[in-house]
């Protein structure tokens, strides 16, 4: 059956039923001398840590990984990972994996690492100061639980002037073990959906001066995945952005709901989210 698409006309101007991600690409900025104090708490400290568990989320010198119990199930579509490149990683290698990114702006920039396999309850969360480009992340934590590159999606994002309001920005991610990362201009996003949806349908365009879009390079394209259960990742490559500039990327989806005679498909409710892209070079 052919999925219908939403009037985009409409809800673009109904925020809470969107997510909005400007994609920054290629600018170049001068870094003001600020640093990340050595005092800064890495941890996240609405997490439940279980109790006398080697393998908890706690801090763990220069960032805080580890397990932690869920308390309620979440209903929120986030962004889980935004990665240029991400190489394969070995387990048992004793090489870290190196994360890279390009930095925008005079502020701290924050690296969070979200599990994308269902009931694995894994976090991990640093904050880098703004004059440092790349972090050396050991692997003890994902070895010893044993978790592998497609269960996890790593995310960076900093605080940036977008359209005269500082906004959170996405920066994408190289991440490497062995080999150089590759720089290819591509990127993928991943999504994580507290609910199963029935479709999720993508707009990407150009922003002006003012911060607002303007010119959609793509309208209302659905997918098309056909399943996206909940507390999985949702793929979504992100290519061929070739003109410097902010892009915003707007998100649609629709949310499944069991009611006593049949599933129904609604439009689902999310919060404005900004973020940005950056290439680096």
Same mark, same amino acid.
């Given at each position: 059956?052919? $999925?219908?698409? %939403?009037?985009?006309? @409409?809800?673009? &101007? !109904?925020?809470?039923?969107?997510?909005?991600?400007?994609?920054?690409?290629?600018?170049?900025?001068?870094? *003001?001398?600020?640093?990340?104090?050595?005092?800064?708490?890495?941890?996240? %400290?609405?997490?439940?840590? %279980?109790?006398?568990?080697?393998?908890? +989320?706690?801090?763990?010198?220069? !960032?805080?990984?580890?397990?932690?119990?869920?308390?309620?199930?979440?209903?929120?579509?986030?962004?889980?990972?935004?990665?240029?490149?991400?190489?394969? +990683?070995?387990? $048992?290698?004793?090489?870290?994996?190196?994360?890279?990114?390009?930095?925008?702006?005079?502020?701290? @920039?924050?690296?969070?690492?979200?599990?994308?396999?269902?009931?694995?309850?894994?976090?991990?969360?640093?904050?880098?100061?703004?004059?440092?480009?790349? +972090?050396?992340?050991?692997?003890?934590?994902?070895?010893?639980?044993?978790?592998?590159?497609?269960? @996890?999606?790593?995310?960076?994002?900093?605080?940036?002037?977008?359209?005269?309001?500082?906004?959170?920005?996405?920066?994408?991610?190289?991440?490497?073990?062995?080999?150089?990362?590759?720089?290819?201009?591509? +990127?993928?996003?991943?999504?994580?959906?507290?609910?199963?949806?029935?479709?999720?349908? @993508?707009?990407?365009? &150009?922003?002006?001066?003012?911060?607002?879009?303007?010119?959609? *390079?793509?309208?209302?394209?659905?997918?098309?995945?056909?399943?996206?259960?909940?507390?999985?990742?949702?793929?979504? %490559?992100?290519?061929?952005? &070739?003109?410097?500039?902010?892009?915003? *990327?707007?998100?649609?989806?629709?949310?499944?709901?069991?009611?006593?005679?049949?599933? !129904?498909?609604? *439009?689902?409710?999310?919060?404005?989210?900004?973020?940005?892209?950056?290439?680096?070079?």
């Amino acid at each position: 059956m052919k $999925t219908s698409k %939403p009037n985009f006309a @409409v809800y673009r &101007t !109904r925020l809470s039923f969107i997510v909005k991600i400007i994609f920054y690409y290629a600018i170049l900025e001068l870094l *003001l001398p600020i640093t990340v104090s050595a005092q800064v708490n890495h941890c996240d %400290p609405y997490l439940n840590t %279980p109790k006398d568990y080697p393998y908890g +989320y706690r801090l763990r010198s220069d !960032r805080c990984e580890g397990i932690y119990i869920k308390d309620v199930s979440s209903t929120t579509l986030f962004v889980a990972s935004l990665t240029e490149s991400f190489e394969d +990683y070995d387990l $048992t290698s004793n090489n870290a994996l190196h994360v890279e990114w390009m930095a925008i702006g005079g502020e701290a @920039v924050q690296l969070r690492t979200h599990a994308l396999k269902r009931k694995l309850y894994y976090r991990m969360d640093t904050i880098m100061s703004p004059a440092i480009t790349s +972090y050396t992340w050991p692997l003890d934590i994902l070895s010893a639980l044993k978790i592998k590159k497609g269960d @996890v999606g790593v995310v960076g994002w900093t605080q940036y002037s977008v359209g005269g309001t500082k906004k959170n920005i996405y920066i994408p991610l190289l991440i490497s073990q062995k080999r150089k990362s590759i720089r290819s201009g591509n +990127y993928q996003l991943i999504l994580l959906p507290g609910r199963e949806l029935s479709e999720v349908f @993508v707009s990407l365009a &150009t922003v002006g001066e003012d911060g607002n879009p303007e010119s959609f *390079l793509r309208d209302g394209e659905a997918l098309g995945y056909g399943y996206y259960p909940a507390e999985r990742g949702i793929r979504i %490559p992100i290519v061929n952005l &070739t003109a410097p500039g902010i892009y915003y *990327l707007v998100l649609i989806h629709k949310q499944r709901f069991l009611t006593s005679s049949k599933i !129904r498909p609604v *439009l689902g409710s999310t919060s404005e989210l900004l973020s940005a892209l950056a290439q680096l070079d």
